[in-house]
C-alpha cells in the first residue's frame, strides 16, 4: 500500500535551470510533509517541510508547493547546482508515522 | 558536533538469529526513528519513540521491536531473522516530534 508515491525515478537538468520534483498522495490525513536528500552511502538529509494547513515554504533555494486537493507536493529548485544531483525523497506524517516515496535521482548537468 | 551515529555499520547474520541495532541521537535530541530501506525503494518506517515512549509503528512483524534509553539513545532488535530482512536500516532523530530529522549513514544488514 504505497500511500507516498514519486513516479518519476529520475530526472536531468541543467545547471542553472529549475529542477521540478513531484510527489503525489493518498492519505488526507496526512499533517506534515517533507523533502530529503540522498548522497550514496548517507543517510537522508533534511530539506525542507510543510505543514497541511500551508501551501507553500521557501528556503534559500527550495520552495516546497502542497496542493492538497490534488494530493500533490512539488520540489522546485532554483536555480539548480551540480551539487544538487542526489536521490531525492518525498515524506508524509500522520499521527507519528512515516511514509517515503521511492525516490527521483535528480542529476545536474554543468 | 556528532550527527546521529549508528552501528555497526555493517552486520552478516544467518536465518533465524537475533540482531540488535544501536543509534545515538545528536545530543539533545528526543526522539528517534527506525526505517528499513530495501534497494530500489524508499525508507519503510519502523517506529518513532519520543522521552523514551514509541509514539508510531509501521507495518512490521512483531519480531522488530526497539526502546529508547534515558540518554536518549535506542537499539532495534530483530528476531528470527529472514532472508528478507536484509536491508539498509536508518536511524533518525529530531528535537521534536514530526518535523527535520536527521539520518544516520545506516546499518547495512544482509541475512544469509
Known amino acids: 500500500d504505497q500511500q507516498v508515491k514519486q513516479n518519476s525515478p529520475s530526472l536531468s537538468v541543467q545547471e542553472g535551470r529549475i529542477s521540478i520534483l513531484n510527489c503525489d498522495y493518498t492519505?488526507?490525513?496526512?499533517?506534515?510533509f517533507l523533502w530529503y536528500k540522498k548522497y550514496p552511502a548517507e543517510g537522508p538529509t533534511f530539506l525542507i517541510s510543510?505543514?497541511?494547513?500551508?501551501d507553500k515554504n521557501e528556503d534559500g533555494r527550495f520552495t516546497v508547493f502542497l496542493n492538497k486537493s490534488a494530493k500533490h507536493l512539488s520540489l522546485h529548485i532554483v536555480p539548480s547546482q551540480p551539487g544538487d544531483s542526489a536521490v531525492y525523497f518525498c515524506?508524509?506524517?500522520?499521527?507519528?508515522?512515516?511514509?517515503f516515496g521511492s525516490g527521483t535521482k535528480l542529476n545536474v548537468k554543468p | 558536533d556528532a550527527g546521529v551515529t549508528q552501528s555497526p555499520t555493517h552486520l552478516i547474520k544467518t536465518r533465524g538469529q537475533h540482531v540488535t541495532l544501536r543509534c545515538s541521537p545528536i545530543?539533545?535530541?528526543?526522539?528517534v526513528s527506525w526505517y528499513q530501506q530495501v534497494l530500489g525503494q524508499g525508507p519503510q518506517f519502523i517506529f518513532q519513540?519520543?522521552?523514551?515512549?514509541?509514539?508510531g509503528r509501521g507495518n512490521f512483524p512483531d519480531r522488530f521491536s526497539a526502546r529508547q534509553f534515558p540518554n536518549y539513545s535506542s537499539e532495534l532488535n530483530v528476531n528470527a531473522l529472514l532472508l528478507g530482512d536484509s536491508a539498509l536500516y536508518l536511524c533518525?532523530?529530531?528535537?521534536?516530534?514530526?518535523?527535520?530529522?536527521?539520518f544516520g549513514s545506516g546499518t547495512r544488514l544482509t541475512v544469509v
Open positions: 533518525a532523530s529530531s528535537l521534536v516530534l514530526n518535523y527535520g530529522y536527521t
Open positions: 492519505n488526507s490525513m496526512f499533517d506534515y
Open positions: 510543510i505543514s497541511s494547513i500551508k
Open positions: 515524506a508524509a506524517t500522520n499521527f507519528n508515522k512515516f511514509y
Open positions: 545530543s539533545g535530541h528526543k526522539s
Open positions: 519513540y519520543y522521552e523514551k515512549e514509541e509514539r
